[in-house]
Structure formats: C-alpha cells, structure tokens
C-alpha cells in the first residue's frame, strides 16, 4: 500500500507458476500437511469444496457491486472510513494512495445491523447478506487455522482458531472495488493496492472473476493468482507468522487493475482480540528453533501498523534480542 514507483510494473518480473490448490474435502491428515506446506513455502494457498454456499457468496457481491456503482455523492455519504464506512484512493492514516475505493465493515452483526443504512437502500437485506457470509467466512477461517494446529503437530488445535472465535475479536471485512484504469502506457494494468502484508492472523480472499491478485516470491517476482469462483483465496498474515515462531510465511502481495474490466474483491481478516498475547505455543519453541518474537498483544501490533505505511516490515520490530539479527 506504498504510493507507487513511476513504473512499479515494469521494473518487476511476472513468473507464472502453479500455486496451491487444497481440496478440503481431501482425506484430513493430507489436507493439514498441504497447508502446513503452503503456508511455509508462500504463505498463501487456494482452497476448494470449502463449504461456502454459492447463494451466501452470490447475495453479498451482489449487495457490494450495488453499493460500487452507486454515483459518488452518494457513496460519499457512507465516509470517511474511521475506521468503518466508504473510502477512495487513500489507504491507510500516513499517505499512502491507491487506484481503489472500498468498505471497510465492523464483523459484529450488532453493529452492522445498526450501522447499514448508509450502505444501501435496503439496509436490512445488507445488513443480512453481511452477516450470513461473515458467519460462513468465520467458520471455514476457523475450520483451517484448526487443520494448521493439527498439520503442525499442535497439542491443542483450537489454539489459533479460538482467537477470531471470541466475541470481543477485532476481525473485519474488506471490499475493494477497483475500477478499469486507462493506463498511460501499453500496459494494461496499474498498481490498484501496493505491497504489503497483512497484520491480522488470517485473510480469506475471493473476487469477482477478474484477475489482478498477484504474491511475491521475493527479488521483485511476482506471481499472479488466476480468478476461480470456485474458490477462495488464503493469505497467512503477520500475526501468524509470530504465533508459528516464523513457520508460516506472512505473504505480500498487492492488487493491480484492468483497463477493461472493474474488479471486486472481498477480504475477511480474522484478528484476536485487542487485549490477546500472540506468542506461539510450547511445541514450536524449541533449543534449535527459539522464540523469534517477543509477546506482544493484538493492540500493540496493530497500533504499530497503524503507525506505518503499510509496505513497511512491522514484525522486526518485535523481533527477539537472540534473532534481531538472523
């Protein structure tokens, strides 16, 4: 989420490679050991026959391409985002910019029940569509962070999963809409979101049929993420890659748009609850794999992102004195 470089796309190469693709329906051992294999070597994964109904997914992108195509003074009415409601271009509270617009959804159905109205002109159905598919969402978030205990040999295997689970998590729901872009070169593509990870445990991703997702491999390779309606997109964030001692991989990635066509995406970030201790569990620290990370709580980290631009490294930050270094 970095304001872009003057050629940001050029300067970079693209190398298509075949990602992760996880059938959840998949025998449960082997299931867990693919996404403890997907998470350490890219932090990101597909899943498929993830449980999501087709009507639960197909009512919400409906209610969010309502709200998109919307005139802008009407969309206005619905911002700023602070940090709930409607926002455009800018990204975050230090300057950073983007050719996106979005909102930005509080996950407690209490609160968007009450907070629908700006939203749309049926704020009940909304409101209703929000909340079946952060329920579905939530389920099958949890349902993974579940098989990645297990896959990780974890004694307790809702160690992870009970923290976007309480009732005071601090999860949100994200669209973004990125509309098509006349570039000012032969490309056909501009950076819509830039680079950077995500702070909370876990992001699920799907979008509207149209690419523009790509992750970096790292040295300036990028690697773009094909659009399937089948399935949903897995991003390990940085809270996560702390409570896996640096197991998991927090992934960067950035969002790019297409001159012919807008894109929708919709992201749920799982997040503990402001006053949790991330630190990982006993069985991942060992002498030959020490704690790389001090503890901190939810709080302490997402106030020190917030205190960032978003394409900044906020993890080193918390770094051990023993690993400041490796």
């Given at each position: 989420?970095?304001?872009?470089?003057?050629?940001?796309?050029?300067?970079?190469?693209?190398?298509?490679?075949?990602?992760?693709?996880?059938?959840?329906l998949?025998?449960r051992?082997?299931?867990?050991?693919?996404?403890?294999?997907?998470?350490?070597?890219?932090?990101?994964f597909?899943?498929?026959?993830?449980?999501?109904?087709?009507?639960?997914?197909?009512?919400?992108?409906?209610?969010?391409?309502?709200?998109?195509?919307?005139?802008?003074?009407?969309?206005?009415?619905?911002?700023?985002?602070?940090?709930?409601?409607?926002?455009?271009?800018?990204?975050?509270?230090?300057?950073?910019?983007?050719?996106?617009?979005?909102?930005?959804?509080?996950?407690?159905?209490?609160?968007?029940?009450?907070?629908?109205?700006?939203?749309?002109?049926?704020?009940?159905?909304?409101?209703?569509?929000?909340?079946?598919?952060?329920?579905?969402?939530k389920?099958?978030?949890c349902?993974?962070?579940?098989?990645?205990?297990?896959?990780?040999?974890v004694?307790?295997?809702?160690?992870?999963?009970?923290?976007i689970?309480?009732?005071?998590?601090?999860?949100?729901?994200?669209?973004?809409?990125?509309?098509?872009?006349?570039?000012?070169?032969?490309?056909?593509?501009?950076?819509?979101?830039?680079?950077?990870?995500?702070?909370?445990?876990?992001?699920?991703?799907?979008?509207?049929?149209?690419?523009?997702?790509?992750?970096?491999?790292?040295?300036?390779?990028?690697?773009?993420?094909?659009?399937?309606?089948?399935?949903?997109?897995?991003?390990?964030?940085?809270?996560?890659?702390?409570?896996?001692?640096?197991?998991?991989?927090?992934?960067?990635h950035?969002?790019?748009?297409?001159?012919?066509?807008?894109?929708?995406?919709?992201?749920?970030?799982?997040?503990?609850?402001?006053?949790?201790?991330?630190?990982?569990?006993?069985?991942?620290?060992?002498?030959?794999?020490?704690?790389?990370?001090?503890?901190?709580?939810?709080?302490?980290?997402?106030?020190?992102?917030?205190?960032?631009?978003?394409?900044?490294?906020?993890?080193?930050?918390?770094?051990?004195?023993?690993?400041v270094?490796?």
């Open positions: 989420m970095v304001v872009a470089s003057p050629n940001p796309i050029r300067s970079e190469s693209v190398r298509n490679i075949e990602l992760p693709v996880i059938d959840l998949a025998e051992s082997k299931v867990s050991s693919l996404i403890v294999t997907a998470c350490e070597q890219y932090g990101f597909q899943v498929i026959n993830h449980g999501v109904s087709e009507d639960t997914i197909a009512q919400m992108e409906q209610q969010g391409l309502s709200f998109f195509t919307k005139p802008v003074c009407e969309k206005q009415r619905a911002g700023p985002a602070t940090p709930f409601g409607y926002g455009r271009r800018n990204i975050g509270f230090n300057g950073d910019v983007g050719e996106v617009e979005y909102l930005l959804l509080d996950t407690n159905p209490l609160s968007l029940s009450k907070g629908s109205y700006p939203f749309s002109n049926d704020p009940k159905m909304f409101s209703s569509a929000v909340c079946g598919y952060m329920e579905a969402v389920g099958l978030a349902e993974i962070l579940d098989q990645m205990a297990e896959g990780l040999r004694h307790d295997s809702s160690v992870f999963s009970r923290m689970r309480a009732v005071e998590s601090d999860s949100i729901f994200r669209l973004n809409h990125y509309p098509p872009i006349l570039c000012k070169d032969n490309s056909n593509t501009e950076v819509g979101f830039g680079e950077h990870t995500d702070p909370q445990i876990l992001t699920l991703l799907r979008s509207n049929g149209v690419g523009g997702l790509q992750i970096s491999l790292g040295d300036g390779v990028w690697v773009p993420v094909p659009p399937d309606p089948t399935a949903f997109c897995v991003n390990v964030g940085d809270a996560l890659q702390a409570m896996t001692n640096g197991r998991f991989k927090s992934v960067r950035r969002a790019l748009t297409n001159s012919f066509k807008p894109r929708m995406s919709m992201a749920y970030f799982g997040a503990p609850p402001l006053h949790a201790w991330l630190t990982p569990p006993a069985e991942l620290v060992t002498p030959h794999n020490p704690l790389l990370y001090r503890p901190f709580t939810w709080d302490e980290f997402k106030n020190t992102s917030y205190s960032l631009r978003l394409g900044d490294n906020r993890l080193h930050l918390f770094k051990t004195r023993n690993s270094h490796n």
